[in-house]
């Protein structure tokens, strides 16, 4: 089959496409089931940000900064301040996308990346006066391609992001209720832990690791693994009713790639 037919033949059955590549022990991009692709963080490249990182996964990029302000605790929580991930994925990034308002995509992965970040923050640590002022931290992913698994590329570049900010040394006036920022001194936030997200995907009783943007709309399940420095769980989602023993199966792979990228990236 030449290239041009190949291309049309994917696009009109993308399910039989993937099909006969499986068939042969292969996908279509040419690894394995169980490769995953190349994966590189840069940080510290939007000067105008507090912290920044800039992930690609593939062909999927990721540009992450995060912007502190200052602002009054919660009347409830006076002694902790605030973590505010979100993710945008443009019309830009990818023709599955509108413009527009965030998508239902969009806020699903948002609300998932605020359930594995506020815990490796300690949001008292934000504090600058009790009850009067406190820090918050608006951490902006936008995707600006899109060749799938979003989340686990979203997460490592938050991660870093946060890693990679600090903070100006605030001083609350008491008399004034002022908040003053040096503008020589400056401190590092503390990050507790590293969590990093592996993706798995289920096609035809296939496990496929690292699921491409031409893989996921195909796949029967999915299974995302966040795994930390320790090798503990931190989050486990499965979309999709799979069968079998794939839970345990993608989360042992999890921990040994974990051990890689612990190696490479982190």
């Given at each position: 089959?030449?290239?041009?037919?190949?291309?049309?033949f994917?696009?009109?059955?993308?399910?039989?496409?993937?099909?006969?590549?499986?068939?042969?022990?292969?996908?279509?991009?040419?690894?394995?089931?169980?490769?995953?692709?190349?994966?590189?963080v840069?940080v510290g490249s939007?000067?105008?940000?507090?912290?920044?990182?800039?992930v690609?996964?593939?062909?999927?990029?990721i540009?992450?900064?995060?912007k502190?302000?200052?602002?009054?605790?919660?009347?409830?929580?006076?002694?902790?301040?605030?973590?505010?991930?979100?993710?945008?994925?443009?019309?830009?990034?990818?023709?599955?996308?509108?413009?527009?308002?965030?998508?239902?995509?969009?806020?699903?992965?948002?609300?998932?990346?605020?359930?594995?970040?506020?815990?490796?923050?300690?949001?008292?640590?934000?504090?600058?006066?009790?009850?009067?002022?406190v820090?918050v931290?608006?951490?902006?992913?936008?995707c600006?391609?899109?060749?799938?698994?979003?989340?686990?590329?979203?997460?490592?570049?938050?991660?870093?992001?946060?890693?990679?900010?600090?903070?100006?040394?605030a001083?609350?006036?008491?008399e004034?209720?002022?908040?003053?920022?040096?503008?020589?001194?400056?401190?590092?936030?503390?990050?507790?832990?590293?969590?990093?997200?592996m993706?798995?995907g289920?096609?035809?009783?296939?496990?496929?690791?690292?699921?491409?943007a031409f893989?996921?709309?195909?796949?029967?399940?999915?299974?995302?693994?966040?795994?930390?420095?320790n090798?503990?769980?931190?989050?486990v989602v499965?979309?999709?009713?799979?069968?079998?023993?794939?839970?345990s199966?993608?989360?042992s792979?999890?921990?040994?790639?974990?051990?890689?990228?612990?190696?490479?990236?982190?």
């Amino acid at each position: 089959m030449t290239d041009s037919k190949a291309s049309i033949f994917q696009r009109l059955h993308p399910r039989a496409y993937l099909e006969r590549f499986v068939a042969e022990n292969i996908r279509p991009d040419g690894r394995a089931f169980d490769a995953w692709r190349d994966v590189s963080v840069n940080v510290g490249s939007i000067s105008t940000a507090n912290g920044s990182a800039l992930v690609r996964l593939g062909e999927t990029t990721i540009v992450c900064g995060v912007k502190a302000e200052i602002a009054e605790p919660e009347l409830d929580a006076p002694g902790e301040g605030f973590l505010v991930p979100n993710i945008d994925l443009p019309a830009l990034c990818s023709p599955k996308f509108k413009a527009g308002p965030p998508g239902d995509e969009a806020q699903v992965l948002s609300d998932r990346l605020n359930e594995v970040l506020v815990p490796i923050i300690p949001l008292s640590s934000l504090v600058i006066e009790p009850a009067k002022a406190v820090w918050v931290l608006y951490v902006d992913a936008t995707c600006i391609n899109y060749d799938g698994n979003v989340f686990d590329a979203a997460l490592i570049a938050m991660v870093a992001a946060l890693r990679n900010t600090v903070l100006p040394k605030a001083t609350y006036d008491v008399e004034t209720g002022r908040t003053t920022c040096s503008r020589t001194e400056s401190v590092p936030i503390k990050v507790l832990k590293t969590p990093v997200s592996m993706s798995f995907g289920v096609f035809d009783a296939t496990l496929l690791s690292d699921p491409t943007a031409f893989e996921e709309p195909l796949l029967d399940t999915t299974v995302s693994v966040v795994v930390d420095e320790n090798g503990e769980l931190a989050s486990v989602v499965q979309l999709g009713d799979s069968g079998g023993d794939i839970l345990s199966t993608c989360v042992s792979m999890a921990r040994s790639r974990r051990s890689v990228l612990d190696n490479q990236i982190l």
